[in-house]
């Protein structure tokens, strides 16, 4: 991926990033495959991932498609080093943008872009390029967040929500939309799909354990909006604080919101 994202800034280094970026996938992919499989998805599919990172989701859509291709588009080169390590032989990695691909035109069955449009100052010509690789009747699914619908946690920590909102200008100033969620229907239909569509899928820590979440609340993910002048070490600090409160509470509980796009491109008008 491109734009606001820079995984190398993790207070943890790279490393926890990478730990991050897996325990994401495997708090919401339960409901996202049941929702791919719900919009048609079949073993022999031709799958091109948009903004793939290092590979694990691509890892799950594998077991997807196993008589199927499966290319994954990542423009950083890092990630299309372990991309490539971690898939082998089983999936096509292109170091490309997910603005201009430069893959051929009307060449996929799906396409799946899962938290890239935030980050992305245009993500309105991602959908466009989306559209061109897909061939007539493929369909493209976007999954991502809105942070002012993020979901719910108890005991509730309000007095943070001031501190994050001033840590989400970093990504705002470096061109990305955390509140993007909200717009997915009109960006779908502003890039020429069709039948758009937006499902919410719910995870749980009922379901999951508190623990599966931990890696998705860490106070450390501020430090970077810290660094940048955004907010202050005490409120840092008031964060961390605040998450310990949280964890230390024998009752607590979380329950995430994800926010799924998806749109058709047209079959062809059939001339008479």
């Given at each position: 991926?491109?734009?606001?994202?820079?995984?190398?800034?993790?207070?943890?280094?790279?490393?926890?990033?990478?730990?991050?970026?897996?325990?994401?996938?495997?708090?919401?992919?339960?409901?996202?495959?049941?929702?791919?499989?719900?919009?048609?998805?079949?073993?022999?599919?031709?799958?091109?991932?948009?903004?793939?990172?290092?590979?694990?989701?691509?890892?799950?859509?594998?077991?997807?498609?196993p008589?199927?291709?499966?290319?994954?588009?990542?423009?950083?080169?890092?990630?299309?080093?372990?991309?490539?390590?971690?898939?082998?032989a089983?999936?096509?990695?292109?170091?490309?943008?997910?603005?201009?691909?430069?893959?051929?035109?009307?060449?996929?069955?799906?396409?799946?872009?899962?938290?890239?449009?935030?980050?992305?100052?245009?993500?309105?010509?991602?959908?466009?390029?989306?559209?061109?690789?897909?061939?007539?009747?493929?369909?493209l699914?976007?999954?991502?967040?809105?942070?002012?619908?993020?979901?719910?946690?108890?005991?509730?920590?309000?007095?943070?929500?001031?501190?994050?909102?001033?840590?989400?200008?970093?990504?705002?100033?470096?061109?990305?939309n955390?509140?993007?969620?909200?717009?997915?229907?009109?960006?779908?239909?502003?890039?020429?799909?069709?039948?758009?569509?937006?499902d919410?899928?719910?995870?749980?820590?009922?379901?999951?354990?508190?623990?599966?979440?931990?890696?998705?609340?860490?106070?450390?993910?501020?430090?970077?909006?810290?660094?940048?002048?955004?907010?202050?070490?005490?409120?840092?600090?008031?964060?961390?604080?605040?998450?310990?409160?949280?964890?230390?509470?024998?009752?607590?509980?979380?329950?995430?919101l994800?926010?799924?796009?998806?749109?058709?491109?047209?079959?062809?008008?059939?001339?008479?």
């Amino acid at each position: 991926m491109s734009g606001s994202y820079r995984p190398e800034e993790h207070a943890g280094g790279l490393g926890e990033e990478l730990a991050r970026l897996k325990s994401q996938v495997e708090l919401s992919w339960p409901e996202e495959r049941r929702l791919l499989r719900a919009l048609g998805l079949t073993e022999s599919m031709s799958v091109v991932e948009l903004g793939g990172g290092p590979g694990f989701v691509a890892e799950k859509l594998l077991e997807l498609v196993p008589s199927g291709a499966l290319h994954v588009v990542e423009l950083n080169p890092g990630m299309c080093v372990l991309a490539e390590a971690r898939l082998g032989a089983r999936a096509r990695v292109h170091r490309c943008s997910v603005l201009e691909t430069g893959l051929p035109d009307a060449r996929f069955d799906l396409a799946l872009a899962r938290f890239v449009f935030q980050h992305l100052e245009e993500p309105l010509l991602a959908a466009r390029e989306a559209l061109r690789l897909l061939r007539p009747g493929g369909r493209l699914v976007v999954s991502e967040l809105d942070a002012g619908l993020w979901g719910v946690a108890e005991p509730s920590l309000p007095e943070l929500e001031s501190i994050h909102r001033k840590a989400e200008r970093l990504q705002l100033q470096r061109g990305g939309n955390r509140f993007i969620g909200r717009q997915l229907v009109r960006l779908l239909t502003a890039a020429g799909f069709t039948d758009v569509r937006l499902d919410v899928i719910a995870y749980h820590s009922d379901a999951l354990g508190l623990e599966a979440f931990r890696r998705q609340l860490d106070p450390e993910r501020l430090r970077p909006a810290m660094d940048a002048g955004l907010i202050s070490q005490e409120e840092l600090e008031q964060v961390r604080a605040g998450y310990r409160r949280f964890y230390s509470t024998p009752s607590a509980s979380i329950l995430m919101l994800g926010f799924v796009a998806h749109g058709l491109r047209a079959l062809p008008v059939e001339t008479l």
